[in-house]
């Protein structure tokens, strides 16, 4: 079983920065990918980046070039650097670790870009 929870979340102005983390509680062997998501209102929840087991790095293509994430660190801790933040990226922004078989989300931290 694992626990996630995001924190970092707020209200930024267009341009602005923000920096997210992901705490996790319990056991992250076997974890097969490991990331951030997002869900605006009325939308889709869509991939913002993840770490694939194999290592590779993938990021959403709206969020390309702006953002960077990190795996996982020695203190069970997770971050996704958010840089030149548009309306556009608000949303509630979640963490995410998967094994084969299971899932886990956080309860998800809101960001709000604007002016």
């Known amino acids: 079983q694992v626990q996630l929870v995001e924190s970092g979340g707020g209200l930024v102005q267009p341009g602005g920065s923000l920096r997210l983390s992901c705490a996790a509680s319990g056991s992250l062997l076997s974890v097969i990918d490991m990331g951030w998501y997002r869900q605006a209102p009325g939308k889709e929840r869509e991939l913002v980046a993840h770490?694939?087991?194999?290592?590779?790095?993938e990021y959403g293509e709206p969020v390309k070039g702006r953002f960077t994430m990190s795996r996982f660190n020695v203190k069970d801790t997770m971050y996704l650097e958010m840089n030149s933040l548009k309306p556009e990226d608000t949303a509630v922004y979640y963490c995410n670790v998967a094994r084969t078989n299971q899932s886990y989300w956080g309860r998800g931290t809101q960001v709000t870009v604007s002016s």
């Open positions: 770490i694939t087991s194999g290592g590779v790095i």
